[in-house]
């Protein structure tokens, strides 16, 4: 009886792990980008190439440290005429 009981509570807490899974995979979409080159002009920043290109649902910030990593920018200075990969939703 001890055992079924075990084997009960296992399957409940596998369960319940499963479903947690899902939910957080529901609230992280995976996005698909293009790459595509951008042109820095006087007065741009991050932050507003951010706003032009993050897509909806994905934190600002998020976007900002992958267009970093992606062009090796040890921080989120940018410079009028510089080139820079910027990340554009697929499909977008």
Known sequence: MKIKRVIEVLCIL???VMLC???IAAMNPKYEFEEQTYTVEKGDCLWYIANDYCPDGMDKWDYIRLI???NNLSDSTIYPGQNIVVLVEQGA
């Open 21 to 23: 899974s899902f939910a």
């Open 14 to 16: 596998a369960l319940i």
């Open 68 to 70: 970093q990593e992606r």
